[in-house]
């Protein structure tokens, strides 16, 4: 198993064993949706469904926030409420009101709810005690921020930060686009996105290019800074760096990937893997940013 999307985060204050947290997990257990409920949050095996709630591999830990929620398209909410609110206009002679209205689509809610189908997804994370990093596999803020709310609910003793460094990420890929050049550890791949600073934030995106032409320098003269940058690092893991440091769309080279006999063995195998080399790959990339910002 290898992440595909990095949210990084510091965290200054963690002292809490496998076995320890296990326990917290497991008393915020994923429970399926009661009928009136529209979503369900809680703890999940990482690995198997008849495992732990902290999959544990030397100081890594790995854990796992499931979300139930229930599919109920507002289309067929809002189709019910129109057929109901005519129903009603020819009985009482009159058009209903907007409270009238309301109280129809939460009448029509309430019938629909226990019936509607649900599902499952799954928000996995990677906890390293000892380099202090925390790091949930999405590309989307909304969900490590939900993420992180389920965990201080569980665990009301840890802090983390979002990684900063004292070089923006933007300001870096843009003084490497404009050389044509980038530290040893990296090499530049075909894809970008440029953004203008002005008020219009004019934004070209380039896919499959090459990111020395003379074009890509006229729009950095002209005042635009990247915001996106495709890298490979080493040799060993491509991605997509982003502004705000999001580091997106991983893909592992070929010499990463080891065959194990078992599909448990190809699971811890791909874990110890990928953490040792993401832990080289962020010190690496704090590197090229000139360090961590003192106050992290």
């Known amino acids: 198993m290898w992440f595909k999307n990095l949210q990084v985060y510091r965290m200054t204050n963690w002292a809490m064993a496998p076995a320890a947290l296990e326990e917290r997990l497991s008393n915020h257990a994923l429970q399926k949706c ?46 019910l409420t129109k057929e109901r609110a005519s129903e009603i206009a020819r009985q009482q002679g009159f058009e209903p009101g ?55 609910k569980t665990v009301d003793d840890v802090t983390l930060k979002p990684l900063k460094t004292n070089l923006s990420p933007a300001a870096a890929m843009t003084g490497w686009l404009s050389r044509n050049e980038v530290p040893a550890s990296f090499t530049i791949d075909r894809q970008c996105e440029l953004r203008g600073m002005d008020d219009e934030k ?18 950095i003269q002209t005042g635009k800074e990247a915001t996106k940058l495709a890298m490979t690092w080493r040799d060993k893991i491509s991605f997509i760096l982003h502004e705000n440091m999001q580091i ?33 790959l962020l010190a690496d990339i704090i590197e090229v940013l000139n360090g961590e910002e003192s106050n992290h």
């Open 202 to 219: 004019a934004t070209v995106s380039y896919i499959r290019h090459d990111l020395g032409a003379k074009e890509i320098g006229g729009h």
């Open 98 to 152: 907007r409270k009238q209205i309301k109280d129809i689509k939460e009448s029509v809610l309430v019938e629909l709810l226990p019936r509607a189908f649900a599902l499952r997804r799954k928000t996995n994370a990677w906890i390293d005690p000892v380099g202090g990093w925390f790091v949930i596999d999405t590309s989307s803020t909304g969900k490590a921020d939900e993420f992180i709310e389920v965990l201080f």
């Open 248 to 280: 997106k769309r991983i893909t592992p080279l070929d010499l990463l990937k080891e065959p194990a006999e078992t599909a448990e063995e190809q699971f811890d195998g791909d874990f110890t893997i990928m953490t040792g080399e993401f832990k080289q």
């Open 34 to 79: 009661l009928s009136m409920e529209m979503q369900s949050r809680g703890w999940v095996f990482p690995k198997d469904e008849n495992g732990k709630f902290v999959h544990a591999l030397g100081q890594d830990m790995l854990i796992t926030l499931g979300i139930e929620k229930k599919l109920l398209p507002a289309a067929v909410i809002n189709q």
